[in-house]
């Protein structure tokens, strides 16, 4: 029987909104305080789901130790209390919170300990959040 | 077609183990979880149905309704129990909660098929705020 396990994590990081493909005013007006150029930083909420036949002899999904392991390493580790701008992924990618979504799909989408990744949420405040599945 | 999505809570104790394992392998598989004595959480139940909503009563379906479905079906057998002595589906599977979702969901569906209109969309249950499971009636 296929369900799904979530799990909630949390990463403080700093980004500035910039693109180099539009002017300072224009920058501006796209990003407005998101553009302030020394940045800013967010508490953020990850939310993962994974989704996979329920174990018979364990009742469970995915191994919650085992999945932890892994976001910690493939996501935690590289982005928790760091600059998003600078790394490699935001070099030539704006760091909004839909391409830091993205980004963590990715990141996650081939390494689960067991089952398949249904979706990433990423929480930027408590008011605003962005979801990312593999049909999107 | 609109989701509608009723919350409510309860609280219930519960260990993981299995019986074809040794004491050991339980220990090293489900950790802390193995202990015996159980350990408990505030749980969650967040169910989810959908439809269209009705010409004459704006409604998908009556909340106060839902609300005594959830508490019939599930928080009367589940709230303030220990989840592997009290309650049956749980005597041979884990009260994981990949496995109180799905038992959930069994419990709701047929209440929720008797009453026609909207029908069963997900159960999801939360262990503590960072943890959770899912059933979408999937095979």
């Known amino acids: 029987m296929k369900a799904y396990f979530g799990r909630r994590y949390m990463m403080s990081a700093s980004h500035r909104l910039h693109t180099d493909a539009l002017t300072a005013e224009q920058n501006r007006a796209a990003y407005g305080k998101c553009n302030n150029p020394h940045g800013h930083g967010h508490n953020y909420v990850v939310e993962v789901l994974a989704g996979g036949a329920v174990n018979a002899e364990t009742g469970m999904v995915v191994d919650m130790a085992a999945l932890d392991k892994t976001v910690q390493a493939m996501v935690l580790e590289r982005f928790d209390h760091t600059n998003l701008n600078l790394d490699p992924l935001f070099v030539n990618r704006v760091p909004t919170t839909e391409n830091l979504c993205r980004a963590v799909f990715e990141l996650l989408k081939d390494a689960l300990p067991a089952g398949d990744l249904a979706y990433v949420r990423v929480e930027e405040t408590e008011n605003n959040f962005f979801q990312c599945d593999s049909a999107n | ?139």
């Open chain 2, 1 to 139: 077609m609109i989701e509608l999505t009723r919350r409510a809570t309860f609280s219930a104790s519960h260990y993981y183990w299995n019986d074809g394992w040794s004491a050991e392998k339980n220990a090293q598989v489900f950790g802390r979880c193995a202990n015996r004595k159980g350990h408990g959480h505030n749980y969650t139940l967040e169910v989810t149905v959908a439809g269209e909503p009705d010409a004459v009563t704006g409604f998908v379906v009556d909340l106060k309704w839902l609300k005594d479905v959830m508490e019939r079906e599930v928080l009367a057998a589940y709230d303030h129990r220990h989840l592997n002595l009290e309650v049956p589906e749980f005597s041979k599977a884990n009260p994981t909660t990949e496995n109180i979702a799905i038992a959930a969901w069994k419990r709701l569906e047929p209440a929720i098929v008797a009453a026609g209109g909207a029908r069963l969309r997900r159960v999801r249950v939360y262990e503590t705020p960072e943890i959770f499971a899912e059933y979408r009636g999937e095979a």
